[in-house]
Nanobody, 123 residues
Framework: VQLQAFGGGLVQTGGSLRLSCAAS????????MGWFRQATGKEREFVAA????????YYADSVKGRFTISRDNAKNTVYLQMNSLKPEDTAVYFC?????????????????WGQGTQVTVSS
């Protein structure tokens, strides 16, 4: 599975962005998907995940109520809708895939990773 994340950019505090992660292959529906982020000088951290069936989602406390993860299996794409953005959300955002994943928050269980897209929130 090859993943390509896009949709990042520069936005003001309180604004919104929607990230997309497009996957190659015909078995996208069998992969649980996750979003992670890494700010400069910090370790990669979990943001959100969705199970392979789409029925289960999981969020980091820092984004709960502001971010929403969703998937469209017909388009082989997972989305991360980000609202009420804060400067501390500034980071490179990565998508990841795990076969039959169940909304996992641990980065080490994911099999495939995209290249990342930069999100910058100005104060």
């Amino acid at each position: 599975v090859q993943l390509q994340a896009f949709g990042g950019g520069l936005v003001q505090t309180g604004g919104s962005l929607r990230l997309s992660c497009a996957a190659s292959g015909r078995t996208f529906s069998t992969y649980g998907m996750g979003w992670f982020r890494q700010a400069t000088g910090k370790e990669r951290e979990f943001v959100a995940a969705i199970s392979w069936g789409g029925g289960r989602t999981y969020y980091a406390d820092s984004v709960k109520g502001r971010f929403t993860i969703s998937r469209d299996n017909a388009k082989n794409t997972v989305y991360l809708q980000m609202n009420s953005l804060k400067p501390e959300d500034t980071a490179v955002y990565f998508c990841a895939a795990r076969l039959y994943g169940l909304a996992n928050s641990r980065s080490d269980v994911y099999d495939y990773w995209g290249q990342g897209t930069q999100v910058t929130v100005s104060s």
